[in-house]
């Protein structure tokens, strides 16, 4: 027996009989019953589910989720309580690499999402509070504009004013959250269209610069392009590029989704680029799948293939490379943190280990339940913030108990929430993307810079 509600009075199905029978699912790409039917509900995939870790409900599980997929798929409407089951998912993938059976979660819940943002009537607020996000998010001219006012916000001390009160987390949750997400913001100049490699060329790299890292965290950007650089990448970035989709696909908004992935794909397609490189996790797990994304469009699928087969995280791209540039000693303790999209979506967990791993007197440290989410994901964090902001003091414990110095991680979603899980536990740790701890490295600044206090 589910909590399904199988008498939902509005009908989102156009053209359907509202006294007949009501599926949950049309026939635009709905959810695989082949990839249903390769979940055997062994259960492996519980404990790595962070919302069935934080709740114990089986329909917030994956194997519940996939139950509610073949319900649907079998004859049940498309209800809320059901849709809010979908909902509740972080997108974390975590199950993925722990189910034995190779079950294609992410495939089902992507398909299902663009199902329920398509078909489910939502209410007013939910409406409103998601048309901003993604007014807003997908964006990086936009965001940039929000610079000069949050720079003067935190200059001038009224951030910290604000968190002491703790009013407006009493007043407007979702405001909290994204004032205690925002980090602190630096000037960075912008790298120019394209930056010549440093000795013999070894390669010619394309690179997103991403809406929120270009936004927040253009050091990152900066310190990928130096080291693509010294290690021997001419690095082409043109100005022309937007948002890469990412967040669009996970929340289901594919027409959304497929339009910034064409976009993308032509601000590149005369670049020259041997590879595509990305230096946020979110944004290369969708990447990689712009052959899926793309299928169905006889103008851009045989195109979006080969953009997809060229696309590398930062940290793979420099391993299948192989260092040429030499690595200084940066003598201090790391904790590093798997991003979830990376790990779990893309499978890279060993690359960015190696790379920190080879520069001299850095002490690697692992972070217990790794595979457990930060909360992040994301925007999940924004929609959900209670839920999300336990999943955050709970990775920023065990962040903390490491006793590291510096936090490392390759998402600048996971920076901003272990950042703010820090800050509200009272505890004390520097937090740098792994392209940052590298160039550091390969620059010799040492560790002054990297474990400054407000990092």
Request: net charge neutral; hydrophobic share 40%; with cysteine.
């Amino acid at each position: 027996m589910t909590d399904i509600d199988a008498t939902h009075g509005s009908d989102p199905h156009a053209g359907q009989d509202v006294l007949g029978p009501v599926r949950a699912f049309d026939d635009d790409h709905p959810p695989s019953r082949e990839l249903v039917s390769d979940c055997v509900h062994c259960g492996f995939c519980l404990p790595t589910c962070p919302t069935y870790v934080l709740w114990g409900e089986e329909m917030d599980s994956p194997r519940g989720r996939i139950h509610l997929i073949s319900q649907g798929l079998t004859g049940e409407p498309l209800s809320p309580s059901m849709v809010q089951h979908f909902d509740n998912c972080l997108g974390c993938m975590s199950c993925v690499t722990a189910c034995p059976s190779g079950v294609k979660y992410d495939r089902l819940i992507e398909d299902t999402r663009a199902q329920v943002e398509r078909l489910h009537p939502r209410g007013a607020k939910e409406r409103a509070l998601r048309k901003a996000i993604f007014a807003l998010f997908p964006y990086p001219k936009r965001l940039r504009l929000l610079r000069l006012p949050l720079r003067a916000y935190q200059a001038i001390g009224l951030q910290r004013l604000v968190a002491r009160t703790g009013l407006l987390e009493r007043l407007a949750p979702t405001l909290a959250t994204l004032d205690s997400l925002a980090p602190r913001l630096r000037g960075v100049p912008r790298p120019p269209e394209r930056v010549r490699a440093r000795g013999p060329r070894r390669a010619v790299v394309g690179m997103l610069t991403g809406c929120v890292q270009r936004a927040f965290f253009p050091d990152v950007n900066s310190a990928t392009v130096r080291i693509l650089a010294a290690e021997g990448c001419d690095v082409v970035l043109p100005p022309s590029q937007g948002c890469c989709g990412a967040l669009s696909v996970h929340n289901g908004r594919s027409d959304e989704a497929r339009g910034f992935a064409r976009r993308l794909i032509d601000a590149f397609s005369d670049s020259g680029m041997d590879w595509f490189v990305v230096n946020a996790a979110g944004c290369g797990s969708s990447l990689k799948e712009y052959d899926v994304l793309l299928a169905d469009d006889p103008a851009y699928a045989e195109r979006a293939a080969a953009f997809a087969a060229k696309v590398r995280d930062l940290s793979e791209l420099l391993t299948e490379l192989g260092p040429v540039a030499e690595r200084h000693p940066l003598p201090m303790t790391v904790a590093y943190h798997d991003a979830c999209h990376l790990a779990h979506a893309q499978g890279v967990r060993a690359q960015p280990r190696a790379l920190l791993g080879g520069i001299p007197g850095l002490e690697l440290r692992e972070i217990a339940d790794p595979e457990i989410c930060c909360g992040s994901a994301g925007v999940w964090n924004v929609l959900n913030p209670v839920p999300a902001a336990e999943l955050g003091d709970r990775k920023a414990a065990n962040v903390l108990a490491t006793g590291a110095e510096l936090l490392v991680t390759a998402n600048p979603g996971c920076l901003m929430q272990v950042a703010a899980a820090v800050r509200r536990r009272g505890g004390t740790i520097a937090l740098a993307h792994t392209a940052q701890v590298l160039d550091a490295s390969i620059r010799g600044l040492g560790t002054a810079e990297l474990l400054r206090p407000g990092r």
